[in-house]
């Protein structure tokens, strides 16, 4: 992938063919997002970077079974909610 604007969804698409550069811009477009997010759940910084580390860990790892039938990112603050609180 080369530096132009991918939308989630491109960059979701990416990720599902093992592109790991796809990966590595999701991350850093939701990173910070996804851990004041957390941080909102749980009021613990190193808890909430844990727990979104664990997310994109599992996306990785599932990206070939994960099917996003909306949007990308309310999938991922979705999937953040509930590691969370689980």
Do not use: P
């Given at each position: 992938?080369?530096?132009?604007?991918?939308?989630?969804?491109?960059?979701?698409?990416?990720?599902?063919?093992?592109?790991?550069?796809?990966?590595?811009?999701?991350?850093?477009?939701?990173?910070?997002?996804?851990?004041?997010?957390?941080?909102?759940?749980?009021?613990?910084?190193?808890?909430?970077?844990?727990?979104?580390?664990?997310l994109?860990?599992?996306?990785?790892?599932?990206?070939?079974?994960?099917?996003?039938?909306?949007?990308?990112?309310?999938?991922?603050?979705?999937?953040?909610?509930?590691?969370?609180?689980?």
């Amino acid at each position: 992938m080369s530096n132009a604007c991918y939308t989630d969804g491109e960059l979701f698409d990416a990720l599902k063919k093992g592109d790991y550069v796809g990966y590595n811009k999701l991350f850093e477009r939701y990173y910070v997002r996804l851990c004041r997010y957390v941080y909102t759940l749980l009021e613990n910084t190193e808890d909430a970077e844990d727990v979104v580390q664990e997310l994109f860990l599992r996306l990785w790892k599932n990206r070939k079974q994960i099917e996003i039938r909306e949007n990308v990112e309310g999938y991922l603050f979705r999937m953040a909610k509930h590691l969370a609180l689980n």
